[in-house]
């Protein structure tokens, strides 16, 4: 099963940039649908970005224009480029890597949440946004 970690978190200031990693061990992460997922004190956890095994994107409306989600497959690493940063974006953010089935359209968020040997979650990294 792949193990996850992710890097880069840390503190910017608002309109500021950001860029996380993701980096898988143990399999390769072409075999996996790629999400990102955060959680900030107080709320309840929320689905970011999807990326399916063919590169094709779905940014929930809080990212949309604002975050990339790309893969490098030479590294077997996912990132998630945040710009125009926002205090409302200070999260613990996470990776999840869910196995492709074949019936498994990859694009539904609540989909990464369920506990099945399918989903792998990193430990997570906090991101703070500061005004």
């Known amino acids: 099963q792949v193990q996850l970690v992710e890097s880069g978190g840390g503190s910017v200031q608002a309109g500021g940039a950001l860029r996380l990693s993701c980096a898988g061990t143990?399999?390769?992460?072409?075999?996996?649908?790629m999400a990102w997922f955060r959680q900030a004190p107080g709320k309840e956890r929320e689905g970011v970005a999807i990326m399916d095994i063919e590169g094709r994107t779905k940014y929930a409306d809080s990212g949309t224009g604002r975050f990339t989600f790309s893969k490098d497959y030479a590294k077997n690493a996912v990132s998630l480029q945040m710009d125009t940063a926002k205090p409302e974006d200070t999260a613990t953010y996470y990776c999840?890597?869910?196995?492709?089935?074949?019936?498994?359209?990859?694009?539904?968020?609540?989909?990464?949440?369920?506990?099945?040997?399918?989903?792998?979650w990193g430990r997570g990294i906090q991101v703070t946004v500061s005004s």
């Open positions: 143990g399999r390769s992460l072409n075999a996996y649908c």
């Open positions: 999840v890597a869910r196995f492709r089935r074949p019936w498994d359209p990859c694009m539904v968020f609540s989909d990464y949440e369920k506990q099945i040997l399918d989903n792998t």
